[in-house]
């Protein structure tokens, strides 16, 4: 039996195993959400294939993974881009490339939870199955089980996302999931009605994600910001835009143009943050992980004056230079400051696309 007494900080940190390096790890909850229209099944679509492949998603490692995407609201929808991942990736010659897409089956993450899980284990089961016949070789016990979910909602109807009670349910029925032996679970969901909201509904489901992702549209491109990472910094980036490939279904011989996830090699110049903006933005980041409410621009200058390292008697430099900053943020609309002087998060100006969920 592991026993450990207090902490010593000559210890060496043994960090937890990766599953994407640099942004999450293995045994993790985790939680893509933006408003509708934003991208978020593109995305996920694009994250289940470098899983799947076990090559970089924007730059950082993926471990190798079998993949199940849970789809109950738009099964045909993720069927299709998922084939769109496949075409542009060129992934269909690849026999060691397992994605499933599991829909229509009456999956639930309240009440008796127990056919759902026998559901999803079902299907690791046939994905493992399915990987034996094609490469004829029993899989490696490194490979990982990543289960995605798109949506939160449509495993959950009927539930009040603001009660507390309701959603402690629900994060029950994710953690029995996980602990039937899956190593990540990816949870795609929507953000509140104003731009100071984050995950909608109650704040346990933030509290008890191990990582959070933010999609947002700017112009052509969007953005994924980390605005929580349990065992990363928070902060981090990166930009996409949405493209469409002409793929053949053989079985009907017709052409369909599918959505899929292209990473942006340019730049809105206007979106680009000097390090200073970075770190401000990872601290109000931080403090918006635990309230849901606008930060007071005093009390953000107070903790970043400290964060900074200005110390005594170089408080009026720092005023000056706190306000360049929540100018700047303001201008390329990265913060909404209202009329009380309380700060959050902004959201970029809405784009809807109608193959972009």
Known sequence: MPLHFGFNEQEEYVPPPELIEGLVSDNSLNFVYGYPGVGKSIFLAELAACLAEGREFFSHHCAQSLV?????????????KNAAVHHKKMLSGFNDIVIGTLGDEGLRLIGDIRPT???????????????????????????KKVLIIDTLASLCPGVD?????????????????????????????????????????HSNLEGRA????RLRKSREQTQVYVEKAKHHRNGAEFWFEIATTEVLFQNAGVYKSLPYLKQSKKRDANSCLSDDEKALMEIISEISATSHSPISTLELRKIAERRFGYGDGRGEAFRKKFKRLLDGLSAKERLLIDDNNGVCLE?????????AT
Not at 75 to 80: A, K, Y
Not at 128 to 138: A, F, P
Request: net charge negative; glycine share 8%; aromatic share 6%.
């Open 68 to 80: 199940i995407i849970a789809c109950e609201e738009d099964f045909n929808g993720m069927r299709e």
């Open 117 to 143: 899980i026998e559901t999803i284990n079902g299907a690791f089961y046939e994905a493992e199955e399915h990987l034996i016949r094609r490469t004829g070789k029993v899989p490696d016990k490194s490979l």
């Open 161 to 201: 996302e603001n009660s507390s009670k309701d959603m402690s349910t629900v994060l029950e029925g994710l953690r029995q999931i996980k602990a039937s032996g899956i190593n990540a679970i990816f949870v795609a969901h929507h953000c509140g009605k104003d731009a100071s909201s984050r995950l909608r509904g």
């Open 210 to 213: 191990d990582n959070v992702w």
């Open 347 to 355: 959201d970029f100006p809405s784009q809807e696309d109608d193959n």
